[in-house]
């Protein structure tokens, strides 16, 4: 199994707090990606990174911001969480680009905003 | 805009051979993904087409027609294990589209004995 670790597994939040999202990964690949998963929606790209302080917005972005400070770190932030953020939460991993690289799930945080 | 349609929920025997179908419409496509994802799990990779046509690896096998913007995911001798929600993925051209990746809805496949 890759070397992808997700903290905290869930966390009980209030609306308008903020929160921090940690991923860890020791495989030393470059591309790290964060999805969130909701029931009839599979699974919709946040934001990724494709190195150290380069990063990119993806499908739902609105809400979320992200860090890349090192390799083996990605952080997503809800600045003044909403219960609309209510989901479970993937990071994942690629060695190289997405079209021919396998990604790699960490195993998710489920977040309740209550 | 992009969109990818998969069947909600398939149901098959042991042993059967099972078919999900995807289809896209997408601007921009280089590749479509198939992942497995058992209930509370993580998705795990299982497939990637980027030609046309059929890669098999073991009891699962990954088709892709790009002119007609449409993949399956063939399972055959079905295992109790197998149950699980399948999900294809389209990947873009990274030139243009950057690492835009989008999942599809998923199909909820249960195998009974």
């Known amino acids: 199994d890759a070397g992808i670790t997700q903290s905290p597994r869930h966390k009980v939040t209030e609306t308008g707090t903020p929160v921090t999202l940690r991923c860890h990964q020791t495989e030393n690949h470059r591309y790290m990606y964060w999805y969130r998963q909701d029931p009839g929606h599979g699974l919709r790209l946040i934001h990724y990174?494709?190195?150290?302080?380069?990063?990119d917005k993806g499908e739902v972005s609105d809400g979320y911001s992200v860090s890349r400070s090192k390799t083996e770190d990605f952080l997503l932030t809800l600045e003044s969480a909403t219960s609309s953020q209510t989901s479970v939460y993937f990071c994942?991993?690629?060695?190289?680009?997405?079209?021919?690289?396998?990604?790699?799930f960490g195993p998710g945080t489920r977040l309740t905003v209550t | 805009g992009q969109s990818l349609e998969q069947p909600s929920e398939v149901t098959a025997v042991e042993g059967a051979i099972v078919q999900i179908n995807c289809t896209y419409q997408t601007s921009g496509f280089y590749g479509l993904s198939w992942y497995q994802q058992h209930d509370g799990g993580a998705p795990t990779f299982l497939s990637y087409?980027?030609?046309?046509g059929l890669e098999e690896t073991g009891r699962f096998s990954s088709f892709l027609s790009r002119s007609d913007s449409y993949g399956y995911l063939l399972l055959q001798e079905l295992q109790m294990k197998d149950s699980a929600s399948y999900f294809c993925?389209?990947?873009?051209?990274?030139?243009?589209?950057?690492?835009?990746?989008?999942f599809g809805p998923g199909t909820r496949l249960s195998v009974l004995p």
């Open positions: 993925a389209v990947s873009h051209d990274p030139d243009n589209y950057g690492q835009n990746f989008v």
């Open positions: 990174s494709y190195g150290v302080k380069d990063t």
């Open positions: 994942a991993i690629s060695e190289g680009w997405t079209g021919g690289n396998e990604q790699y």
């Open positions: 087409n980027a030609l046309d």
